[in-house]
Nanobody, 115 residues
Framework: QVQLVESGGGLVQPGGSLRLTCTAS????????MAWYRQAPGKQRELVAV???????NYADSVKGRFTISRSIAGNTLYLRMNSLKPEDTAVYYC?????????WGQGTQVTVSS
């Protein structure tokens, strides 16, 4: 069982930055893939960024060049650095852990981009 707790969301103006944090109950370097997803009102949940156990990363086209996914050296924290935020980035952001056998989700953290 993997427990995930997100934090760091909030209200930010367009062009601003936020860093989301996902604290895991296990060492995430052992997890096959860790990811951030988001879900806006009335829309399906979508993949934002993923990092594999080997360190490979991939991003949705809509966030490339603006968002960065990373892990703490200690191994129990996943980050999402979000720069140049746009109103369309407004959503609930979820942390996900995929160990191939099961997938685990956090409770989500709200990000609102508005002036």
């Amino acid at each position: 069982q993997v427990q995930l707790v997100e934090s760091g969301g909030g209200l930010v103006q367009p062009g601003g930055s936020l860093r989301l944090t996902c604290t895991a109950s296990v060492n995430i370097f052992s997890i096959y893939a860790m990811a951030w997803y988001r879900q806006a009102p009335g829309k399906q949940r979508e993949l934002v960024a993923v990092i594999t156990s080997g360190g490979s990363t991939n991003y949705a086209d809509s966030v490339k060049g603006r968002f960065t996914i990373s892990r703490s050296i200690a191994g129990n924290t996943l980050y999402l650095r979000m720069n140049s935020l746009k109103p369309e980035d407004t959503a609930v952001y979820y942390c996900n852990a995929d160990n191939r056998l099961s997938a685990y989700w956090g409770q989500g953290t709200q990000v609102t981009v508005s002036s």
